[in-house]
């Protein structure tokens, strides 16, 4: 699935992204997506060193459902760069040094220049999103671009509860669950949603689509937070030390502070009111995460939801190729490494 549509996805991302010489911010853009060095250079590979999921889904949808790639290719390439402009905002937020085996925007060039390389991003994604009218009738474009543009500040929200998090000790799994369906699922959610109504305007597909999504990114995201603690960061791009070091109430975090008791929740309390974890700090989460069973709830609550997706999946009318693929994305999102 993601062969399929890369060379699709990386002409409308050439479209998209401005050169280098139009402004210097776009050397910010450019590094981020991989596509050039610190210094402008150009990148051996020049495509993003991302999972382009999210256009991925878009761009499968749209074929799923018997549309066609070309009218997909420019929302796509907008939820690549909303997708982004998020990533380098969070990386700010986190103090995130390292993503995708290279220094952060901000670790590179300062925390402003990259608050405004990522404002950049978001309204590049926002023009974009609107350029499909050529292919596609004006109302189908608009309600694109609304889509897009419903799925963000959904993201934004998400964002805001995850913030609102870190001053809390308790938070309940469910609330965890609720903020990571905003956060994280609503662009992919939307990118499988955009994709099947840039192909048919039937209202029972599209929800039965919408349904997958929620499924698929709740997947995406405890998937996420597993490697975040307990995957290996040569293959992931950062170091999995980051999200404890951080303090990030990611799922293993939030069902260890739900479950724990006695001198284990006295000991992930104080450890967790400090403003700096070190390495013994760290060695001492993973204690306490073993001795609850968190990797192994964490491992359950995916393959639940991969199972939700499947069920989800069974009910859409699609061709055989595109079942076969749906199959194989559920299974390579509940497994994956990186």
């Known amino acids: 699935m993601f062969d399929r ?10 479209d998209a992204v401005p050169p280098l010489d139009q ?37 499968f949808a749209c074929e799923a459902f018997d549309g066609q790639l070309t009218d997909a290719a420019p929302a796509a390439a907008a939820l690549e760069l909303i997708h982004n402009f998020s990533l380098i905002h969070d990386d700010i937020q986190d103090r995130g040094y390292e993503r995708r085996h290279q220094p952060t925007v901000w670790a590179v060039w300062g925390t402003s220049p990259a608050l405004v390389a990522g404002d950049s991003m978001q309204s590049l994604g926002d023009h974009t999103s609107i350029l499909a009218t050529d292919s596609v009738s004006p109302t189908t474009a608009i309600r694109v671009s609304g889509l897009i543009t419903e799925s963000y500040l959904e993201m ?11 001053q809390r000790e308790t938070i309940r799994t469910d609330e965890y669950l609720d903020m990571i369906a905003l956060k994280t699922g609503a662009l ?23 349904r997958f999504g929620r499924a698929i990114g709740r997947l995406f995201q405890i998937r996420d937070d597993y490697l975040g603690i307990w995957g290996d960061d040569a293959i992931t791009g950062k170091s999995t030390d980051s999200d404890i070091v951080q303090r990030k109430k990611s799922y293993p975090i939030v069902y260890a502070f739900q479950e724990s008791s006695g001198s284990n929740r006295t000991e992930l309390t104080r450890l967790y009111a400090q403003e700096t974890l070190d390495e013994p700090d760290v ?18 609550l995916t393959e639940s939801t991969a199972e939700e997706a499947r069920t989800a999946l069974a009910v859409l009318e699609m061709p055989q190729w595109a079942q076969t693929d749906a199959e194989n994305l559920i299974d390579f999102m509940a497994n994956r490494l990186f």
Not at 156 to 166: P, S, T, V
């Open 5 to 14: 549509y890369r060379l699709y996805l990386e002409d409308a991302m050439a």
């Open 23 to 59: 402004h210097p911010i776009n050397a910010l853009l450019r590094y981020h997506l991989g596509w050039s060095d610190q210094h402008g250079a150009p990148s051996p590979t020049p495509a993003s060193q991302g999972k382009a999921l999210r256009p991925t889904l878009c761009m």
């Open 156 to 166: 934004i929200e998400g964002q805001c509860r995850d913030l609102q998090f870190e």
């Open 188 to 210: 992919i959610r939307s990118s499988l949603v955009i994709g099947a109504a840039l192909a048919t305007e039937d209202a029972g597909t599209i929800d039965g689509v919408a």
């Open 283 to 300: 060695d001492r989460v993973l204690d306490i995460l073993e001795d609850i069973g968190a990797a192994v709830q964490t491992d359950a």
